[in-house]
């Protein structure tokens, strides 16, 4: 099986891949460390245990689920203590319990949304009810 104009098919091809994969070669070597939020606000510093409402792991990934679902809770079932896996209560209030420890919003909060991808106009919906912290270094 002979293919005609074969030569002009792969230029055609070759010309596709490189457009394709100009992205990734121009970003090549240029990683942006990951954020280190500051946890040194003066809350946590007096906290014998420093201990967020759910692990680690859970609160990074999960934390606008727990936001959601407390807002659920509070608004439309009334209810108002979060009791966390290990029998800690918890008000459940975004400015009263979680930016009480993390009083450095830019620190904090913004360093990672920004690295998620969130761009540095916008801003999450927390503060469209929310007042936003005032900060305290």
């Known amino acids: ?21 100009i992205p990734f070669w121009y970003n090549m070597g240029r990683a942006v460390p ?40 509070v608004v439309r079932d009334g209810l108002r203590t979060y009791v966390a896996a290990d029998g800690k209560t918890y008000n459940m209030s975004l400015q009263n319990t979680c930016m009480d420890c993390h009083s450095n919003k830019t620190q904090f909060c913004d360093q990672c949304h920004i690295y998620a991808g969130l761009e540095a106009g916008t801003v999450p919906y927390c503060w469209t009810c929310h007042i936003a912290p005032k900060e305290n270094q």
């Open 34 to 73: 990951p954020p280190d939020p500051k946890l040194d606000t003066p809350v946590i510093q007096q906290m014998a245990v420093k201990q967020c409402v759910l692990p680690l792991a859970e609160i990074r990934t999960g934390h606008m689920q727990l936001l959601n679902d407390w807002r659920t809770w």
């Open 1 to 21: 099986m002979k293919i005609y104009d074969a030569r002009y098919v792969l230029i055609g091809l070759a010309i596709f891949v490189g457009l394709f994969t």
